[in-house]
């Protein structure tokens, strides 16, 4: 396409964008800006295809939810320039330190050669007037290594602490870059890092792995009714009231919108069902209330859907069994678990699979 082309098109998709977010009622800030232009431009198909899905259910997007696929789709380049920020803060600092050896090393070569000929001289002296100046020369040299060496300590110290602030501070960037700032459990980028840590650990251990796929009931229903202040608050609470059900290996991560998920290692699919139903049972008994009057609100329910993993199946296929079972939970009276499992003539065909790709 031509260059002048080009700009049309960016332009057409930039109109595009402010014209969105006006009738959305979204500031036309950078972040907000970015997410419709890249959703109009199509360039990031992901973003796409998670805009698609809210836009069908939700018709417009709130500010959470814009930020939210900013981060999870475009975040990640202030991740990148963090990361090549600290990459570059790393080489200079190690430079400096090579710097700080070398001239340590240069000053321990002369002070070498100084020891070397004093004792050259000592064989040939016989005056005491010339072993008191050759022991005075040493001496000098000697306060002069030794405040080189004073130096390097100070100097390399120094350094230890940048470098120990740009780890930490990479620490930071990577710990922020998994949770959902909203809710503080693991975001999707995180959940899918540790599906992949899972679904291998099952495998080389053969152990099982149970997926739980929840879902808040009628919430667009209730964020219309009371706001997204109180929708904020009722994730809030569902997420802080999973967190206290599990135990310490179980993984929990909001999966977007008003979607959780969670894997249960080491969990038969019979063990996971009784696990979900404490989850759902235990969050009947709160009660969301509206900060600025107290008032009642009503009781959140959860539907959950549950599926165990088989060996050598792709992981996206394990997410869709388990969203698959969700989906008939919602469809035959929420507020309930179900649990789907592959065939026999299904694990038989995946077996075939796995062992032909293994051959």
């Known amino acids: 396409m031509a260059i002048g082309g080009q700009l049309h098109q960016a332009e057409n998709w930039a109109k595009q964008a402010i014209e969105r977010l006006r009738r959305e009622g979204l500031p036309p800030v950078p972040n907000n800006y970015a997410v419709y232009y890249c959703y109009f431009s199509g360039e990031n198909p992901n973003l796409t295809m998670a805009m698609d899905v809210l836009l069908n259910q939700y018709g417009a997007l709130t500010q959470q939810q814009c930020t939210e696929l900013y981060q999870v789709h475009l975040g990640l380049e202030?991740?990148?320039?963090?990361?090549?920020?600290?990459?570059?803060?790393?080489?200079?600092?190690?430079?400096?330190?090579?710097?700080?050896?070398?001239?340590?090393?240069?000053?321990?070569?002369?002070?070498?050669?100084?020891?070397?000929?004093?004792?050259?001289?000592?064989?040939?002296?016989?005056?005491?007037?010339?072993?008191?100046?050759?022991?005075?020369?040493?001496?000098?040299?000697t306060r002069v290594?030794?405040?080189?060496?004073?130096?390097?300590?100070?100097?390399?110290?120094?350094?230890?602490?940048?470098?120990?602030?740009?780890?930490?501070?990479?620490?930071?960037?990577?710990?922020?870059?998994?949770?959902?700032?909203?809710?503080?459990?693991g975001n999707r980028k995180f959940f899918n890092n540790e599906l992949a840590r899972a679904t291998v650990e099952a495998e080389e251990t053969q152990m099982p792995l149970t997926l739980l796929v929840i879902d808040i009931d009628h919430f667009k229903k209730f964020n219309d009714s009371y706001g997204h202040i109180v929708g904020d608050q009722v994730l809030r609470l569902v997420a802080r009231t999973l967190v206290e059900n599990l135990k310490g290996r179980d993984i929990i991560a909001r999966y977007g919108g008003e979607e959780f998920v969670i894997l249960l290692p080491q969990t038969r699919v019979t063990d996971a069902e009784k696990v979900a139903n404490q989850l759902r049972a235990s969050l009947g008994t709160k009660q969301i209330r509206r900060r600025s009057t107290n008032e009642t609100l009503g009781v959140i329910t959860i539907s959950i859907g549950a599926t165990e993993y088989c060996i050598g199946e792709e992981a996206e296929t394990f997410i869709a069994r388990a969203d698959s079972a969700l989906y008939e939970a919602k469809q035959t009276g929420r507020n309930k678990v179900v649990s789907q499992l592959m065939s026999p003539e299904q694990i038989a065909a995946l077996k075939a699979k796995t062992d032909s790709k293994t051959s």
């Open 78 to 141: 202030a991740e990148q320039k963090m990361l090549k920020n600290s990459n570059t803060a790393i080489e200079a600092e190690l430079k400096h330190v090579l710097n700080i050896i070398d001239k340590a090393a240069s000053g321990t070569n002369k002070f070498s050669q100084t020891l070397d000929t004093f004792s050259g001289k000592l064989e040939t002296t016989a005056s005491l007037d010339q072993i008191r100046d050759m022991v005075k020369k040493v001496a000098a040299e």
């Open 145 to 185: 290594m030794a405040e080189q060496n004073q130096r390097l300590h100070t100097q390399l110290a120094q350094s230890t602490q940048q470098l120990t602030e740009v780890r930490f501070n990479l620490d930071v960037v990577r710990k922020e870059s998994l949770v959902d700032p909203l809710t503080e459990v």
